[in-house]
């Protein structure tokens, strides 16, 4: 099943099994019955749990620190240093968030490093939905 929410007039799509949610689902065996009422009561509990996890602006410089360590030996000093001031920067609350991501990703991809080029928190959201810049 999938659900719609509009976010700046553009819907956002978010898919949901039908079988967490109490519905019926087609190939469950009986093809009648819905999960246990305490497998969709603790699928709830968790997901509303990692909802309360705020993203502090400190916990993205540990994220940003942690995915610069992948190519930190394979980096001239530099780029390295260039990075580093984009993390640092973004700590001060100089630049958003963006501004670290954009070379992680680039040197995720140059570098070939797939764990992080696979990282939802470097596409956070849908084009679509991207910050806009200009004026």
């Known amino acids: 099943m999938t659900h719609y929410r509009e976010l700046r007039g553009t819907p956002i799509r978010i898919g949901i099994s039908a079988c967490l949610l109490g519905q019926k689902v087609r190939f469950d ?3 009648k019955e819905v999960p246990r009422q ?3 009561e603790t699928y709830e509990a968790e997901f509303m749990r990692a909802l309360k996890v705020i993203a502090t602006r400190g916990r993205h410089v540990n994220v940003l620190q942690h ?3 992948y190519f930190k030996r394979q980096l001239d000093d530099e780029s390295r240093n260039e ?3 984009c993390i640092e920067d973004f700590q001060k609350s100089i630049v958003p ?3 670290p991501l954009i070379p ?3 040197y995720a991809r140059k570098l070939n490093v797939p764990y992080l080029a696979g990282q939802a ?3 956070p959201h849908p084009k679509e939905l991207a910050p806009r ?3």
């Open 38 to 40: 305490e497998l969709r």
């Open 97 to 99: 968030l963006i501004v």
């Open 104 to 106: 992680i990703k680039r």
């Open 83 to 85: 990075l580093q001031g």
């Open 133 to 135: 810049n200009h004026v």
């Open 67 to 69: 995915m610069a360590g």
């Open 29 to 31: 065996g009986a093809h």
């Open 121 to 123: 928190c470097l596409n």
